[in-house]
């Protein structure tokens, strides 16, 4: 380009047929080589000339100004970024800790109340209370049964493609067919990792956690049943069992089945109350011997039958 | 020589103030930082051309800062701002690689 411009000449135009190409050509300001032209031809005034170089070092200034500014700028909001980032994190942290202390505090005194309760009823009532509270889940239960683990393969891939394919994983299908395997065989109560199930539980999936009853889980998932003995036999003869074996054999995931004694299934956290009658009328109840809970099998229209003391 | 210590000043300045840049400037300022580089980058072309102007020097600089803004600024008000400081981004870019590539071979001759 400074050959074109040495012969004194102005640059012979091309007229490119495409914008870039002449952008690429010619990046210089055309106004500079007019400017030049114009001060050979007459020379300004050496005032102005002076004037004229004050402002561009004016400008100048505020170039590095402005260069300061927005590297300021820049560096600035990047650990804005990251703050709020770890602001949110220890938010989530915080409010997960608070659910933990409610929902153990909930625990208490659900406890405080099943005592309570047991003192005000009588023996044969409240064994039959217990009793299917133990069937429905809503109550802590012991025995002897079943442990069946399961776990994601040890990922290898992980670290080289970051999110990508990784080891095979369990899905939330497999605990569903778990628990409804070990149900069919005779289970009474199936908690996975500590997570009592109850008829209305769910084990679905969200993205890549799997949730139990709306909390997450992660592996390795221990799935407990207690049952009666024969329950590992009809487990392993289950479909499922079959599958997940096959499944363990082809991909490295692992899957066992072992019978423990004495396990402890907690209780599965209080249902929602789903429907509810009120009680046909405010008039007191002739004792205290009516638990005052409107179950789903309905005294609220006949005033003792079910829940009365027998 | 004196061009920059002027710019070294003027960093310096930045730095000692350290002002805020207000909230509706802040998507400006980068746009605005490029414009300026290429209005630098063509007055040091300019000035190895022996052709420099100190008034088209300004004018340039000016000129492009204010106008690479309002492209933005169009750009957002016509829901396309990314795209447009993309744009600009790319015309600059290249006018700043010329004028570089004109300016490295005035110094190596190559």
Redesign the interface.
């Known amino acids: 380009?400074?050959a074109e411009?040495g012969d004194g000449g102005r640059p012979a135009r091309v007229y490119a047929p495409d914008f870039?190409t002449e952008?690429?050509?010619?990046?210089?300001?055309p106004?500079?080589?007019a400017?030049?032209e114009r001060?050979r031809r007459n020379p300004p005034p050496a005032w102005r000339?002076r004037s004229?170089?004050s402002?561009?070092?004016?400008?100048?200034?505020?170039?590095?100004?402005?260069?300061?500014?927005?590297y300021?700028?820049?560096m600035e909001e990047e650990p804005g970024r990251s703050q709020a980032r770890s602001g949110l994190v220890e938010q989530i942290k915080e409010r997960e800790r608070q659910t933990d202390e409610l929902s153990a505090r909930a625990d208490q005194l659900r406890e405080e109340v099943g005592r309570q309760r047991d003192a005000a009823l009588s023996g044969s009532t409240a064994a039959r209370l217990r009793d299917l509270e133990a069937g429905t889940g809503m109550g802590r239960v012991r025995g002897d049964g079943l442990v069946v683990r399961l776990a994601d393969a040890p990922g290898d891939a992980d670290a080289v493609t970051g999110t990508g394919a990784g080891p095979p994983q369990v899905l939330y299908t497999d605990l569903q067919g778990v628990a409804n395997a070990l149900w069919s065989a005779g289970a009474e109560a199936v908690a996975i990792n500590g997570q009592r199930l109850t008829a209305t539980s769910t084990i679905r999936s969200a993205g890549k956690a799997i949730l139990v009853d709306f909390r997450p889980v992660t592996g390795p998932y221990e799935v407990a049943a207690i049952g009666p003995g024969s329950m590992k036999r009809r487990f392993e003869q289950s479909r499922i069992a079959a599958l997940m074996r096959e499944v363990a054999d082809k991909t490295g995931l692992s899957f066992g089945v072992r019978e423990a004694d004495d396990l402890t299934l907690p209780a599965a956290p209080e249902p929602r109350l789903r429907y509810a009658e009120p009680p046909g009328s405010p008039s007191p109840s002739p004792s205290g011997d009516r638990s005052a809970s409107p179950g789903p099998s309905g005294s609220g229209t006949s005033p003792s039958p079910s829940g009365g003391g027998r | 020589m004196i061009a920059v210590l002027a710019l070294l000043a003027g960093v310096v300045l930045g730095v000692w103030l350290d002002p805020t840049v207000p909230a509706a400037l802040q998507p400006y300022l980068p746009i605005a930082v490029v414009a300026a580089l290429d209005a630098v980058f063509g007055g040091v072309r300019a000035k190895l051309d022996r052709i420099f102007d100190d008034k088209q020097f300004v004018v340039s600089f000016i000129s492009n800062v204010l106008v690479a803004a309002l492209i933005v600024y169009l750009g957002d008000q016509l829901g396309v701002g990314g795209q447009l400081s993309t744009g600009v981004v790319v015309v600059l870019g290249v006018r700043i690689f010329g004028n570089v590539a004109a300016i490295r071979r005035h110094l190596f001759r190559a």
């Open positions: 380009m400074s411009r870039l952008l690429f050509r010619n990046p210089l300001e106004g500079y080589v400017a030049a001060k000339t004229a170089r402002v561009s070092l004016v400008v100048l200034v505020l170039l590095g100004f402005l260069l300061a500014v927005a300021r700028q820049t």
